[in-house]
């Protein structure tokens, strides 16, 4: 132990050596006086974090803290952003069509006015002659990316060597590890392009059309709504959302109710018996017959009623018995848009309070990084997974995760991922999965009840991961019956039915039994859950115990089963249902698999509407824009008056706004241009034309006075709710 700690301090001695002497200072035979290190990092409570790591116990002072060796200081987040179009010209300012569409050749920037301060704080920082090197360690992502980049670009940052801190945690061991393999910062500038790619396209499509549409369409909409002016906003992500929404909603409204009848027939032995379905199969008298809703149902019941007059009194034969095992591994590690979407479910709580609880989680370094895409962990971190196990197995004195470890000791559970689905470097673009450090664990009683929830949910998750497969045994039946008919025709009809019964748990000790009854502690969440139809098990097979399968054991094919009788079951067709806020996430993030055109659909696999950092701010925007309303008990998502007619005004005007298809594909563009494959002029050029086309396609139309029936269509379904 002794030993360990000595080469503890040697190692963190010898990394405040090589961060102090700066890499123009390795030079051979040049010797300079050592200059200071500036950490800048996206918020004040991480700047903390690092000052702890770094040993830095100074008092904090204004904007900064500094010792002999480092100068610490910090963003407020977004300290500089675009100059609206009037800072170009005083005439942009009011809204007309001869000054669209507004696209400057040189774009202009400027310090936000609450944070000046701040902004002055670091400048004189970063422009002090005894500063050598700038470690940026603003969030490891495309937006930390360019909260940095805008700040040195306003400054003018010359002459300092500048390094980028790239971490997964805050935990000690990540934070020396960030500094200590820090990159040049221009190896980030592929990544950089794109951030800056993304809000030139955010700001040019929400200018440029929120302007034309308001100046065309917006006189008549306000008339409409009785409203004295209406702007119309629109946003390269959030009009897409909106379309999701109001498509969603209009399909709910339209949705006619079928019924169907099937029948079922109950067939036994002496020593029981079973339900089987009917199935209209080739050779059936009803195989393609216009009298089927399905296969397995008929439209109308006496259609029904009549069919079962040739199956009575009928004996089966059995045509095929299968018995066999299905494992179910636990599902892949969280992602942001995956926990945002659960907590909906089970706490109803919206996916930015999600997102700011696990934020806060990550910042005391009980969680690793929350805005990723990544299901899975990477190679490196997969290696060295035993750290968060045990550091969870001695911090954390929950009994019942103290269970679940004991368990896994007991049972040897292995701990080795590397050949498992859960790890896969190829799925990992910035950071890996949500999950639990280890550390931090002195905190979390602090927290809020929801909080450690979340945190629950996550450990569990990261848990069931290194447990057994669930195995369900599963027996499949199929019997032909004959059938013989008024017009003395014959058939084979075919009769079938699916059981399985659950004979090891595995990981379902931690995540619990589909369909069984939760422990006292989680009774409250499933209720939750199940309030507005999340937990839908129409679809799964039937779950019969044990003794289903001793009646199998002595049933074999050409066996002759009697038919014990037959019913007709009533079933009624269902409407989409609507989104909560969660799974408006996960639609988000799964954008791609709305796409009809296979290829392209292929194209943009992994490429969402939005990104894990945005998704939830662009609900709330919806909200507060007033196009779309969220029950705050529920969080059903469902459009406003005013959402579905601006629906309308970009449908009838720049419809592709309103495909996936195109915002996916430009979330792809960004992508590529972060990894390097296309350039930033290649890809502004493609954003330059269509800006251009869709204007100059709006002015032609001249559609505005045509939308007034269409307005008065949407009207009738909100007046009731006024």
């Known amino acids: 132990m002794i030993y360990c700690f000595i080469v503890f301090i040697q190692e963190t001695i010898d990394l405040e050596k090589q961060l102090r002497v700066s890499h123009k200072?390795?030079?051979?035979?040049?010797?300079?006086?050592?200059?200071?290190?500036?950490?800048?990092?996206?918020?004040?409570?991480?700047?903390?974090?690092?000052?702890?790591?770094?040993?830095?116990?100074?008092?904090?002072?204004?904007?900064?803290?500094?010792?002999?060796n480092w100068i610490i200081t910090w963003c407020v987040g977004h300290l500089v952003t675009m100059s609206y179009p009037e800072k170009y010209d005083e005439k942009l300012k009011f809204w007309r069509l001869?000054?669209?569409?507004?696209?400057?050749?040189?774009?202009?920037?400027?310090?936000i006015s609450n944070v000046q301060n701040q902004f002055n704080i670091i400048k004189g920082i970063l422009t002090r002659e005894d500063v050598e090197v700038i470690y940026v360690a603003t969030d490891s992502g495309r937006e930390g990316e360019y909260i940095y980049r805008l700040v040195d670009q306003a400054i003018g940052v010359k002459g300092k060597e500048k390094r980028r801190v790239w971490i997964d945690s805050q935990t000690e061991e990540e934070i020396n590890r960030g500094i200590k393999e820090a990159k040049e910062l221009s190896e980030y500038d592929s990544l950089s392009n794109s951030a800056y790619l993304r809000a030139k396209e955010d700001y040019l499509i929400g200018i440029n059309f929120s302007r034309l549409l308001s100046i065309i369409y917006g006189r008549r909409l306000a008339k409409e709504l009785e409203e004295e002016k209406v702007s119309i906003s629109v946003g390269r992500v959030m009009t897409c959302v909106l379309g999701m929404v109001v498509e969603r909603e209009r399909e709910i409204r339209n949705f006619k109710k079928t019924k169907y009848y099937k029948i079922v027939g109950t067939f036994g032995k002496e020593d029981g018996n079973f339900k089987a379905d009917w199935k209209s199969v080739e050779g059936s008298k009803m195989y393609n017959s216009p009298k089927l809703y399905n296969e397995t149902g008929f439209k109308k019941e006496n259609d029904a009623k009549d069919f079962i007059i040739s199956l009575k009194d009928k004996k089966a034969i059995v045509k095929e018995v299968k018995k066999s095992k299905q494992k179910e591994n636990a599902p892949l590690l969280f992602n942001l848009a995956e926990i945002q979407n659960e907590c909906t479910k089970r706490f109803k709580i919206k996916p930015d309070e999600t997102l700011e609880i696990i934020q806060n989680l990550y910042e005391k370094k009980l969680v690793t990084y929350p805005r990723t895409d990544a299901r899975v962990l990477s190679t490196a971190i997969a290696k060295v997974i035993t750290k968060n196990l045990?550091?969870?197995?001695?911090?954390?004195?929950?009994?019942?995760?103290?269970?679940?470890?004991?368990?896994?000791?007991?049972?040897?559970?292995?701990?080795?991922?590397?050949?498992?689905?859960?790890?896969?470097?190829?799925?990992?673009?910035?950071?890996?999965?949500?999950?639990?450090?280890?550390?931090?664990?002195?905190?979390?009683?602090s927290l809020k009840p929801v909080a450690q929830k979340v945190y629950m949910l996550i450990v569990r998750r990261f848990l069931s991961i290194f447990y057994p497969p669930a195995i369900y045994k599963k027996a499949s039946l199929i019997g032909n019956?004959?059938?013989?008919?008024?017009?003395?025709?014959?058939?084979?009809?075919?009769?079938?039915s699916n059981f399985k019964i659950l004979v090891q748990k595995g990981y379902f000790e931690i995540?619990?039994?589909?369909?069984?009854?939760?422990?006292?502690?989680?009774?409250?969440?499933?209720?939750?859950?199940?309030?507005?139809?999340?937990?839908?098990?129409e679809n799964q097979e039937l779950t019969l115990d044990s003794k289903f399968f001793e009646l199998l054991k002595n049933i074999k094919k050409n066996d002759k089963i009697s038919m014990v009788g037959l019913d007709i079951k009533e079933g009624e067709t269902k409407p989409p249902k609507r989104y909560n806020s969660g799974s408006l996430i996960l639609a988000m993030e799964n954008a791609g698999q709305l796409i009809e055109d296979e290829d392209l659909r292929t194209q943009i696999k992994g490429s969402g509407i939005g990104t894990s950092a945005t998704r939830a701010g662009i609900i709330t925007k919806l909200q507060k824009n007033e196009y779309i309303k969220l029950n705050s008990k529920t969080q059903i998502v469902t459009p406003m008056q005013l959402g579905e007619m601006v629906y309308g005004v970009v449908y009838m005007s720049i419809r592709s706004l309103l495909n996936p298809e195109l915002t996916a594909s430009w979330e792809l563009g960004l992508t590529k241009v972060a990894e390097g494959e296309i350039t930033a002029d290649e890809y502004m050029k493609k954003l330059d034309d269509f800006i251009r086309g869709r204007t100059d396609n709006v002015l032609r139309i001249n559609n505005a006075n045509q939308m007034v029936n269409y307005y008065n269509y949407v009207a009738q379904f909100y007046r009731r709710n006024k």
């Open 25 to 68: 200072q390795k030079e051979k035979g040049m010797h300079f006086k050592l200059g200071k290190n500036v950490l800048i990092t996206e918020k004040p409570s991480v700047a903390m974090e690092f000052a702890k790591v770094l040993k830095i116990n100074t008092k904090r002072q204004n904007g900064y803290m500094e010792s002999e």
């Open 98 to 111: 001869d000054t669209l569409p507004f696209m400057p050749k040189e774009y202009k920037y400027e310090v």
């Open 390 to 445: 045990n550091g969870i197995a001695k911090g954390f004195k929950d009994e019942e995760v103290q269970g679940y470890i004991k368990k896994m000791s007991e049972e040897k559970y292995s701990t080795n991922l590397l050949k498992t689905k859960y790890v896969n470097d190829s799925k990992i673009t910035d950071h890996y999965a949500i999950i639990p450090t280890g550390q931090g664990l002195n905190g979390l009683n």
């Open 481 to 496: 019956v004959k059938s013989v008919f008024k017009d003395g025709s014959e058939t084979m009809e075919q009769f079938g």
């Open 511 to 537: 995540a619990g039994v589909p369909g069984e009854k939760k422990s006292s502690k989680d009774k409250q969440e499933n209720d939750a859950e199940n309030q507005d139809g999340t937990n839908d098990s």
